[in-house]
């Protein structure tokens, strides 16, 4: 009976002197997986072509009380466009329904770019081990739109088009994720988030398509699934 009881003892000690510390500050990297307008390749919706990219968090949580807390997160994405399916469908847009002979093409492009900073709340369960957490956060996300030139010759006529655009809007974040306490200090933090924005993008673009016009502004919906792996510092 008393070794039971020493058992129970030491493990109550052990599980408590592993939990007594949940806040953590974390740094992580994963995949960012488009979806919604920001995945679509059509530029009459408005499409961003987007590819999966990467993602790179600082995170962290402060914990009041046994459960809950509030979350903090600044993370930086970067998705390049699909280059080629671009580059044609910017082709057709600008050379007319009946395609002239083209000479030669040239086209040089960027990558979408956005970094956000947001807080909320924040909820974390104890299991064994592990700490399961969960956070809605929001705030604002600045977005780059990846800068293009393209250049289209065929014979005598050259057809040109530039553009870039940049905005704030806001943004928001739902996400679970699983900490595996290795000690008092240092978990291995593994996580899933989808995050959201609808930014009105400000569009400079110019062109020389024998009259052909673009529009200053638009709307489109970023849409993202992120899955990082990464380190949290536990206190």
Known sequence: MRKIVFIISLCGLLTSSLFSQR???GLSFGASLPSEEFAKKSLQEDGGYALPGFVIEFSGAYIFDYYFGIA?????????PDSEQLKQDLIDNITGPIPPEIDDVIFNHGTWMYSNLMAGPFLTIPVAFMNLD????????????????LTVTSGDETYFQTRHGKTVSFAYMLGTGIRFN????????????????????TVDQDS????????????????????????????
């Open 72 to 80: 903090g997160t600044f993370t930086f994405s970067a998705n390049s």
């Open 23 to 25: 806040s953590f500050l």
């Open 208 to 235: 020389a398509v024998g009259g052909a016009t673009g529009k200053s502004t638009y709307d489109m919906s970023v849409g993202t699934v992120n899955i990082n792996l990464g380190i949290a510092y536990r206190f």
């Open 134 to 149: 969960f956070r809605a956060v929001a705030g604002m996300s600045f977005l780059l739109s990846p800068p293009w030139e």
């Open 182 to 201: 290795m000690n008092n200090n240092y978990a291995i933090r593994v996580s899933a988030d989808y995050f959201h924005s609808k930014p009105t993008l």
